[in-house]
Structure formats: structure tokens, C-alpha cells
């Protein structure tokens, strides 16, 4: 339809209401986007569906419930608790990589899905800045895309990862940036600001092997079954 003669756009563009931007960003550690910047620049990232969710429920939520999941993850080890929740906490907090990853292993039925995909994705930080992936394929793949522009990825069963994958994983976890690979689209690099869990029934030797000896900065949790 026209307004007056011109397409929706053309008529909308010289509205006071029409925004047009220098540059954009994913940048998590600038904040929400609660208003559209002035200043040129448009910050991509909108911040965690858990902020938005907690204005409308937080009275309804026993979060002790939520700490008493946690504390049978970790399990029944205070210490691992204690630092697990400083990792958790760090990333949302302050919008940085925590670069530590996190292995969870736990029998099935214990609460792992129910926790990192239920909650942690789906609840706190959304799905558009929240990734579950079967396997992990994906990293280091051809194309990458799908893992741009996370803050959380969930790796449920890890796959065995060859040596060239291994170290892409590494960068994944410890590095700041990333290098975009999109089909028919030439590769650029950009901030990364993923943090990795890992879960699974039983750990796999050459996932656990390199997790603790390259990396030496993982979270192992042990969960008994409690459910």
C-alpha cells in the first residue's frame, strides 16, 4: 500500500522517529538496550531474558529451590558450590567470558537438561543469546555463524573432537574474538563473548584429557542422582 503516494519506507524515512546507525556491535559488557542509541553506534545485545522474566515472577520464584539443584549438581560439595556460582555469576554480571569451561557428568534423570536448558537457556539468558547443541559439531565447522553472538552454549554429549578441533575449542573458551565464517559471505572477526558447559552421562577420556591438561581452567561437577 502507499501513504501519500510512496512505499511505507520512503514515507516513514524522514519521520524524527527513524534511526539510522554508523556501526553495530554485540557487546554484552556495554549493557541492554533499554532506548536506541543517539550516538550513531547500535548495540546489538538487549540483555538477559532473566531480567525480564524476574520483574514479572520474582515473587512467585523460591530461588532456594534453585540453590538446592545447584548444590546436588555440584554434588553435595560446598566448595564446588561456591566457586561454581562465582562462574556462573561472573558472565552475567558483567557481561565478560568467564574462560572457564564447565563439565557437568551426571547419570540420566539427575537434572542436567533440566538445569542448563530449562532454566539457564530457556530462563536466564534467552534463546537468542543461548545455544544448546547435540554433539558440537559445529565447532569448528566450515560455517560458523550459529555460534556468533552467544553468551552461553551448552554442548549436551560431546562429540570426540580431532586435534584441529580441540584447539579451535581452546579459542572458543579462552579467546575474545572469533573469526565469523558465513556461507557466501566473506569471513570477519568479531568479540566473543561465549561461555562453555559441557554435560554428559559419562566423560569422554580426550574431552577430559584436554579440558584439564591444555586448559587447565574447568569446572568438573559430579551430580548425584537425586531427582
Known amino acids: 500500500s502507499l501513504i501519500d503516494g510512496k512505499n511505507v519506507f520512503d514515507a516513514f524515512k524522514p519521520h524524527p522517529d527513524y534511526a ?9 559488557t556495554a549493557g541492554a538496550l533499554i532506548e536506541f542509541p543517539e550516538d550513531g553506534h547500535l548495540n546489538t545485545f538487549y540483555g538477559h531474558r532473566g ?13 532456594q529451590v534453585i540453590k538446592d539443584h545447584i548444590f546436588n549438581l555440584c554434588g553435595a560439595n560446598t566448595d564446588y558450590y561456591e566457586y561454581y556460582l562465582d562462574v ?4 552475567i554480571q558483567t557481561g565478560e567470558k568467564s574462560e572457564v569451561a564447565i563439565l557437568q557428568r551426571g547419570p540420566q534423570g539427575c537434572g542436567k537438561g533440566a ?25 569448528g565447522a566450515n560455517f560458523n555463524s550459529l555460534l556468533a553472538h552467544r553468551c552461553l552454549i551448552v554442548i549436551d ?9 580441540r584447539n579451535i575449542l581452546k579459542n572458543s573458551i579462552t579467546s575474545d574474538d572469533m573469526e565469523v565464517k558465513t556461507k557466501y559471505v566473506n569471513e570477519k572477526i568479531e568479540n566473543d ?14 574431552l577430559l584429557d584436554f579440558l584439564v591438561i591444555f586448559l587447565s581452567r574447568v569446572v568438573i561437577c559430579g551430580a548425584a542422582l537425586f531427582l
Open 20 to 28: 539510522m546507525y554508523d556501526s553495530m556491535s554485540f557487546d554484552p
Open 51 to 63: 531480567e525480564h522474566v524476574a520483574r514479572r515472577v520474582s515473587e512467585y520464584i523460591d530461588s
Open 88 to 91: 556462573l555469576a561472573y558472565p
Open 115 to 139: 538445569f542448563y536448558k530449562d532454566f539457564l537457556i530457556n530462563k536466564v539468558y534467552g534463546k537468542v543469546i543461548g545455544l544448546e547443541l547435540a554433539g558440537g559439531i559445529q565447532v
Open 157 to 165: 554429549e560431546p562429540n570426540e573432537f580431532s586435534a584441529a578441533r
Open 193 to 206: 563473548y561465549s561461555n562453555y558447559v559441557f554435560t554428559c552421562n559419562d566423560v569422554p577420556e580426550d
